[in-house]
């Protein structure tokens, strides 16, 4: 993950100190976004409730794509990965003790639209996407995981021929409810987080996450909306 994300910064700088070539055409890019994270969790927010008043805080998101734009850049096709961490908190009862520590991560196939293709000052963008993504809730343990869907709405505008600022709203989620795996956390007879009334503590997650970046062809494109 790491030298993923080190060949994408060392791309886009390349692409963004690149000098425009009109003739060079290229569909191709790269994105990179970071952001805030807000957790939708209710189940694992009762819980943490009952234990003293505390609740998820939102946390830092970050996303990287690689992409390819088609039919005069109206659509769109990108496979991403995103990760979002969150603040620390204790979960604690009469069955758990731990600290929880969440980290989510995920990857996914996007589709997109552009709504404006041929404005180079505002390119609203919706997309929606499958993939899977997985929830790790302390160091020692719990993690669900599962099928995950997405929402995107995308501004972006161009600052240079082959480089466009981006504002992104994502909405993410896991289409089924699963139990928290803990096979190093205390209920080792369930294998499962536990709630306080013994009960398996089962969620989906979900998020709302908003964030900004940078987008950079790997060629700079002619003029939006030609072909």
Same mark, same amino acid.
């Given at each position: 993950?790491?030298?993923?994300?080190?060949?994408?910064?060392?791309?886009?700088?390349?692409?963004?100190?690149?000098?425009?070539?009109?003739?060079?055409?290229?569909?191709?890019?790269?994105?990179?976004?970071?952001?805030?994270?807000?957790?939708?969790?209710?189940?694992?927010?009762?819980?943490?409730?009952?234990?003293?008043?505390?609740?998820?805080?939102?946390?830092?998101?970050?996303?990287?794509?690689?992409?390819?734009?088609?039919?005069?850049?109206?659509?769109?096709?990108?496979?991403?990965?995103?990760?979002?961490?969150?603040?620390?908190?204790?979960?604690?009862?009469?069955?758990?003790?731990?600290?929880?520590?969440?980290?989510?991560?995920?990857?996914?196939?996007?589709?997109?639209?552009?709504?404006?293709?041929?404005?180079?000052?505002?390119?609203?963008?919706?997309?929606?996407?499958?993939?899977?993504?997985?929830?790790?809730?302390?160091?020692?343990? !719990?993690?669900?995981?599962?099928?995950? !869907?997405?929402?995107?709405?995308?501004?972006?505008?161009?600052?240079?021929?082959?480089?466009?600022?981006?504002?992104?709203?994502?909405?993410?989620?896991?289409?089924? =409810?699963?139990?928290?795996?803990?096979?190093?956390?205390?209920?080792?007879?369930?294998?499962?987080?536990?709630?306080?009334? !013994?009960?398996?503590?089962?969620?989906?997650?979900?998020?709302?996450?908003?964030?900004?970046?940078?987008?950079?062809?790997? =060629?700079?494109?002619?003029?939006? !909306?030609?072909?």
């Amino acid at each position: 993950m790491r030298f993923f994300a080190i060949l994408a910064a060392v791309t886009i700088l390349a692409a963004a100190l690149a000098p425009p070539a009109a003739a060079a055409e290229s569909n191709v890019f790269l994105k990179a976004t970071v952001g805030g994270s807000y957790p939708i969790m209710q189940n694992l927010n009762n819980e943490l409730g009952d234990q003293g008043g505390r609740q998820l805080i939102p946390g830092v998101s970050l996303s990287m794509s690689i992409g390819r734009m088609f039919s005069d850049h109206k659509w769109g096709l990108e496979f991403c990965f995103d990760q979002a961490r969150y603040q620390s908190f204790r979960y604690e009862n009469d069955y758990e003790s731990f600290e929880g520590d969440m980290k989510h991560y995920n990857f996914m196939l996007v589709g997109k639209r552009s709504l404006l293709p041929s404005n180079d000052t505002f390119r609203p963008c919706i997309g929606a996407g499958i993939g899977y993504g997985y929830t790790n809730i302390s160091r020692a343990g !719990g993690k669900i995981d599962g099928l995950e !869907g997405l929402l995107l709405l995308q501004l972006e505008s161009r600052i240079k021929d082959n480089i466009s600022i981006l504002i992104e709203s994502a909405f993410l989620t896991t289409f089924d =409810k699963s139990r928290y795996d803990s096979s190093f956390l205390e209920s080792s007879a369930y294998d499962a987080i536990l709630d306080g009334n !013994g009960d398996p503590l089962d969620e989906r997650f979900t998020s709302i996450d908003l964030r900004i970046g940078i987008q950079a062809w790997l =060629k700079p494109p002619s003029k939006y !909306g030609e072909p």
